[in-house]
């Protein structure tokens, strides 16, 4: 079985996911390099074991979630898409079965807002790990004055946790924001279609999604 410490440790998909980060920087995009992509691995694994699927689906999601973005090397647009040819090529030349290569492209191929469904569970798993990664050190651009609203709004991001409870009926996404550096809308009005989707694959693990900001509840 090839496995995520496999992935993690390939140093042509480390080449890629690097170039493509480099790629997004020129684009004047946050972060989507080794910290965006080992959260949302991990973040992905600690959805699906909380809600007790199998240790095999959770290490797929794993590999899913470091392989995510991989398709930014080839453009910004449709990148899902790209990432998943990618992903189809790079696997099977490791030699991994094809059903698990088939679940990790349909989940990679429907992370993205717009086109993307929450399909199987580690689609659903990737979907709200990767569109709940807000936080102040995804923001490359150190001067205040330049921000545009992505970085205003990461920047902003004091705390943000995503927890399921206990219950296993919930999953909240937990916001702490400086609203003197960006207003709880600014949020809403770059992320409400995130949201949405996420609330959709929340759903297809059984679940409600709720958003949080500030101690109030928004979604």
Request: hydrophobic content about 40%; proline content about 1%; charged content about 25%.
């Amino acid at each position: 079985m090839i496995t995520y410490e496999d992935i993690k440790n390939n140093d042509k998909i480390n080449a890629y996911i690097t170039r493509a980060d480099e790629s997004l920087r020129a684009l004047g995009y946050t972060e989507h390099s080794f910290a965006h992509v080992t959260k949302v691995a991990e973040t992905s694994a600690y959805i699906l074991r909380t809600l007790g699927y199998d240790e095999h689906t959770i290490e797929i999601s794993k590999i899913t979630g470091y392989l995510h973005d991989i398709g930014n090397l080839v453009n910004r647009v449709e990148h899902s898409q790209s990432g998943a040819v990618m992903a189809f090529r790079i696997l099977e030349n490791l030699g991994m079965p094809a059903d698990d290569v088939a679940t990790v492209v349909t989940a990679i191929g429907n992370h993205d807002e717009g086109t993307g469904v929450a399909l199987n569970p580690v689609a659903a798993a990737l979907i709200l790990a990767d569109k709940s990664d807000v936080r102040r050190t995804r923001v490359r651009n150190s001067m205040l004055s330049s921000f545009d609203i992505h970085d205003r709004v990461n920047y902003s991001v004091e705390k943000s946790v995503l927890k399921i409870n206990e219950d296993k009926t919930l999953i909240k996404l937990k916001l702490q924001i400086d609203t003197k550096i960006s207003p709880v809308m600014d949020y809403f009005e770059i992320f409400l279609g995130r949201m949405v989707m996420c609330r959709k694959a929340a759903e297809k693990l059984g679940l409600q999604f709720k958003l949080i900001i500030n101690e109030q509840q928004l979604m």
